[in-house]
């Protein structure tokens, strides 16, 4: 039953497109082949007339994206960190998307609060300002704890949001599956799978309990982290539709002038948001994946600020250790062993010509590094990447696209404070130090360590394995006459054993 309103929202979509004047640059931006340019034009252009205008001030994306709605703004957000899908100069447009919404009434606000926190707001709180922000899914009001005083943010979810999302993110894929459809060569890209991203994403944020498990995590993992601070999650006074956290004064990173009033260093706080990016993403692997400077702020004593945790990103300790020998050989420019790296993890095909594959880094490096060093750009050497992995067939992968992309952003937010800066010199230390950490004997050491106490904990059932896969073996052998299989059972024993002894010894 929701193809026919799935259709029609489409047409809505394509019609805002056009009547906007976006179809073209969209379709620019992105490369479509001639079916996907034809349907696109077939949807939209007959029925311009039922599309919204927009705000005739905006560009002609940003504005039809606006026109279309919350989760249109929101999926707008998402696809800027997905420059490989959409392009490096699209990708830029939609980063600087105003996620901005008239606020709705106070006294609903107050309503959602006394209905999820199961008691009035007069009981909770001695004030409850009228909204600060309003963005598509949500508001924040400032309030004051009845009990202690303390200042909190007080984060409410708009009415009956869940639904107006669930109508669009379906008629999202049901575009996914027409441009996979009628363009196969965008299957590389995985459609479905960024918008199953963007509904994960999404879903987390209509569901406020999950970012301030985000938020406390974070904080848990930067706890110790010098200059650095993440508000406190109130558990008590948060729930599904309702997210309290601590109050944080401080300066907006886009406030240059305040910035320099205050007498705060922005070589140093430059320095530290590019350095403390990196931490979290290498050293813990969960990190504040839209650091743009509408979620960064200073103190007036010079430490960063971190808001907002709808949008996190997580790697596993494989992933950070690719990542790190990557972005190291790129620093160090040794684009052999960058190449290596990539055949190693499996990011390229291993029919593909190591050699070649490190000729086209070094063409993507080089001239970069000859720039003067200020001038050097992670958001044009990842621009000039993304060329040439697709060229030699590498597949996308999300969570490094989702790091890469933040690490643009934090170098734009970075250079916002410094123009000078150069972004190897203060990436270095931070990379060097995990790989010293990570990679080497010690870190092989721990991992072996890792895994023989996991064999160990197996310790008993290995027996039982061993006997199961020997009487499957001699099965299977007796079925087709292959008794060549029984010397990989008796190695299978081996091993077991031998692991079994050593796990029972830790």
Excluded: C
Excluded at 232 to 259: F, N, Q
Excluded at 347 to 372: H, K, N, Q, S, T
Excluded at 454 to 483: C, H, M, W, Y
């Amino acid at each position: 039953m929701r193809g026919p309103h799935n259709f029609l929202r489409l047409v809505r979509t394509g019609a805002t497109f056009e009547r906007t004047g976006a179809m073209r640059a969209a379709l620019e931006a992105l490369d479509a082949p001639p079916s996907l340019r034809i349907a696109a034009r077939v949807i939209g252009w007959p029925f311009k007339w039922l599309g919204y205008k927009g705000d005739t001030s905006l560009p002609p994306i940003t504005r039809a994206i606006t026109a279309l709605g919350p989760a249109y703004i929101k999926f707008g957000q998402i696809l800027s960190t997905r420059p490989d899908v959409v392009g490096a100069e699209m990708a830029e447009q939609l980063r600087v998307l105003q996620d901005k919404l008239p606020a709705f009434p106070t006294e609903t606000a107050k309503a959602v609060v006394a209905s999820e926190l199961g008691a009035s707001v007069e009981d909770l709180f001695l004030d409850f300002s009228e909204p600060v922000a309003a963005a598509s899914i949500a508001q924040v009001h400032k309030a004051h704890l009845s009990d202690t005083g303390e200042a909190v943010a007080v984060k409410v979810l708009r009415p009956r949001i869940e639904q107006a999302f669930r109508r669009d993110i379906d008629a999202f894929y049901f575009a996914a599956r027409m441009i996979e459809t009628l363009s196969p060569g965008s299957r590389r890209l995985r459609p479905m799978d960024v918008i199953a991203h963007f509904e994960g994403v999404v879903m987390g944020e209509l569901d406020l309990r999950l970012e301030t498990a985000a938020a406390s995590e974070f904080e848990s993992n930067t706890a110790e982290d010098k200059g650095f601070h993440v508000p406190h999650a109130k558990w008590s006074l948060s729930s599904r539709r309702v997210m309290t956290l601590e109050w944080a004064d401080g300066i907006p990173l886009g406030d240059l002038d305040a910035i320099d009033a205050a007498g705060i260093d922005r070589v140093q706080l430059a320095q530290k948001i590019l350095s403390t990016f990196l931490s979290h993403a290498l050293r813990d692997g969960y990190f504040h994946a839209d650091m743009h400077q509408g979620n960064l702020q200073v103190s007036l004593d010079g430490k960063l600020i971190a808001l907002d945790f709808g949008i996190m990103g997580r790697i596993d300790e494989y992933t950070r250790r690719v990542y790190a020998e990557i972005l190291i050989g790129f620093i160090r420019r040794d684009y052999h062993r960058v190449a290596e790296v990539h055949f190693e993890a499996g990011y390229v095909p291993a029919d593909r010509d190591v050699d070649e594959f490190a000729r086209a880094l070094r063409a993507v490096g080089e001239p970069i590094f000859g720039m003067d060093a200020t001038r050097i750009s992670m958001a044009r050497l990842l621009t000039y990447l993304f060329e040439v992995t697709e060229r030699f067939g590498m597949e996308t992968r999300t969570e490094l696209i989702l790091l890469q992309r933040t690490m643009v952003v934090v170098e734009g937010v970075s250079r916002s404070l410094d123009p000078h800066i150069n972004i190897w010199d203060a990436a270095r230390p931070t990379v060097e130090t995990y790989i010293a950490e990570n990679i080497g004997p010690k870190a092989i050491a721990r991992d072996l360590m890792h895994t023989l106490m996991v064999l160990g904990r197996f310790g008993p059932k290995l027996p039982q394995l061993v006997e199961s896969a020997l009487i499957r073996q001699t099965a299977n052998d007796d079925e087709i006459n292959k008794p060549s299989r029984i010397p990989i059972a008796l190695s299978v024993l081996a091993v077991a054993v031998v692991a079994f002894i050593v796990g029972m010894a830790i």
